[in-house]
């Protein structure tokens, strides 16, 4: 994993660098995908588990639907927050899907959802405004809170409660300094999923901040397996002017690398959403101006072919549960969503690998797993909370894959002393 960090590691020898990005922390996620490519690039056997994206490719018509607007001469700029028409499917699929009330204005087409993220943080906080952060949280939400000078405040859970906080503890971390929440389920990197009644118990306590906006984070919407419904908490009406959605196109409809996200903020008349418009005028302006027909493709069209990945989805959950279940000491919480597996493997730490590493902590148990025995998970350091103790383990690969390696990690593993 070094070798993509140390690349991203900036000294400050030659020139000024602010210090806002001097503690930028670079992303362990990109790393362990940046580290297999240069194993495989060695003409290694390296099984990832590492990517945080679909092995799928986009589907064909919306890729020709960009084509056919390319071709059609949609090369200029457009407007910022996105064409009409594109605004107005969203809201549509918002208000029909997700049961959010909405207007076309309260969309703002951003590129990825990361920036919706950036521009809704960007948009709501002051310097020691209060961000409460879940954790173990994707590793994007702090160092975002933190560019938009964000005071973070993290509310932690275990695997024994399915890495879901309680009504009592989001009670206990919210107070009058509180400005933005960042909800995700289902969750990267936990792959668990908050049940519609426990996502309404939680809005009853936010109900009591009129202050702070629940910035909810539905990336993996429609990834779910088994029999939990997605409920957006931008649907509760007592909550519903406290609520950004965050959505995009990168993990429904494997489409990563086109950059396209969105967020739909309804509250203060419409005011937060034109102010994250304003914010990306003087950033990105836009994105890709061939995206715009591409998203209407597949919010109106594509929902057979999500589907039938949101199944081959579920069948690899299994799978590498399964698996990782049959391993000793590995206690792992069964994935309910998003595409990963996010295993305990604290109780291997203290002891020695096949090949004669000291384990002390899971980014020492990922670097070895991936020299000793050619697997690459992601390290949890970086996901916050009690997430040192774990890694984390895309399924979004083939079952092939997935037994080959989860078999490679149950041989190294059962050898340890
Ligand atoms: N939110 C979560 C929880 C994610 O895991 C990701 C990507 O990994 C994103 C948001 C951002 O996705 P994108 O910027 O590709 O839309």
Redesign the pocket.
Known sequence: MASYAESMTITNSTVCLSQRVQQLKPSS?LAVSARVKELKAQGLDVIGFGA??PDFDTPTPIKQAAIDALLAGQTGYQPVPGTPQAREVLAEKLQRENGVECKPEHIVITV??????YLALQALVDPGDEVIIMTPA?V?YEPIAKLCDGKVIEISTTMDQDFKITPKQFEQALTSNTKAILF?SP??PCGTTYTPDEIRALADVLADHEQAVLIS?E??EKLIYGDIAHLSPGSISKIAQQVIT?N????AYAM?GW???YACAPGCDGAIAKAMARLQGQMTSHITSTGYAAIIEAITNGSETVESMRIQFATRAELMYQQLAAIPDLKCAKPTG?FYCFPDVSSYFGRTSPQGSRIESSLDFASALLEEARVAVVPGEDFGGCSSNHVRLSFACSEENIKKGCQRISEWMHQFK
């Open positions: 996620t945080g994206e990825g959802g990361k920036h919706a993220i994707w994007s995700n969750s990267n984070d990336i993996y965050i995009g196109m990168s993990k990563t950059r396209i996200g998003a």
